[in-house]
């Protein structure tokens, strides 16, 4: 099933950026192109951007940079989190503070 056209926007926009931006300008920037979403409207998307194999380097640095302010991820990533840890290098699970 196709995703939403905003989304596709909004992952090519992300999936493009060079900075260290993180799951709350993932957020923040969804808020922006579709009004009245929330942070788990966010999840969904993120999971489903997983589950269709697109925009890898989105769904893995919004996971990262939330486990790292949280220091764990919500249920709802549970299987998509592990499938992003298991492409991951012992250094880069290191570098962001994964056991």
């Known amino acids: 099933m196709p995703m939403a056209q905003y989304k596709e926007k909004l992952f090519d926009e992300l999936e493009a950026r060079s900075d260290d931006w993180t799951f709350a300008d993932f957020e923040r920037r969804l808020g922006e192109v579709l009004k009245g979403t929330s942070d788990h409207d966010a999840k969904g998307i993120i999971n489903d951007a997983c589950d269709v194999g697109k925009w890898p380097n989105t769904v893995k640095r919004y996971l990262l940079t939330n486990y790292r302010v949280h220091g764990k991820v ?26």
């Not at 919500?74 to 056991?99: A, L, N, P």
């Open 74 to 99: 919500s249920s709802e990533f549970s299987d998509t989190f592990r499938q992003i840890c298991s492409s991951m290098t012992d250094s880069e699970k290191k570098e962001w503070g994964i056991d």
